[in-house]
């Protein structure tokens, strides 16, 4: 997409860009010709929205699958106690020097009775690697919004919507009304 006037100044692209032939789609090799590789590259859009859809969907049941692992191998409910001793650190004689003695000592500021449970490296690197990939589309996604071009915006919001539609059949009332359901959306990450 050429963003220049004829005296070579570069232009603002227009909010009702509506440019379907020479239109580039985040990199140059990605650049469209026809109609029909513009009406081919919109569907590939609605297909990687759907996708990442379905991604963060499985990045949900995989932390679900691993908590309840986790769960099952400590013997616990999964919930913790702010300290060892039941207390809640601020109030007890030790913790009230918690923050300097963390400072000062070199200590981890944070345990895991602050944390939660330590997870294996295995499950470490499946999570972040799913949490990248999400990530990496959201970013993608992003640069292809910000083409500004109608066509590609409406594809972003339709395939963001459908993914939304199939993947999202189901919830779970009280986690969400508990505040623990903190969906993002299509927020970059």
Not at 26 to 43: D, G, M, P, Q
Not at 99 to 113: F, I, K, Q, V
């Amino acid at each position: 997409m050429d963003h220049s006037d004829h005296a070579g100044h570069i232009m603002p692209p227009s909010p009702r860009n509506t440019q379907i032939e020479g239109t580039c789609i985040v990199f140059r090799s990605w650049h469209i010709y026809t109609k029909s590789a513009f009406v081919a590259s919109c569907f590939a859009i609605i297909l990687l929205c759907v996708f990442h859809e379905w991604l963060r969907v499985f990045q949900r049941k995989v932390d679900y699958r691993i908590a309840l692992a986790l769960q099952k191998a400590n013997g616990s409910s999964g919930r913790r106690s702010p300290s060892p001793s039941g207390r809640s650190g601020r109030n007890s004689p030790e913790g009230n020097n918690l923050e300097d003695a963390g400072l000062l000592s070199g200590r981890r500021l944070l345990n895991t009775y602050l944390t939660g449970v330590p997870v294996p490296q295995t499950s470490r690197i499946l999570r972040a690697s799913i949490y990248g990939a999400t990530v990496f589309i959201s970013f993608f996604l992003m640069l292809v919004f910000m083409t500004y071009n109608a066509y590609l915006i409406a594809a972003t919001v339709f395939g963001a919507a459908l993914g939304h539609y199939i993947f999202g059949s189901t919830m779970n009332p009280d986690s969400i009304l508990s505040d623990g359901g903190q969906g993002k959306g299509m927020a970059c990450h």
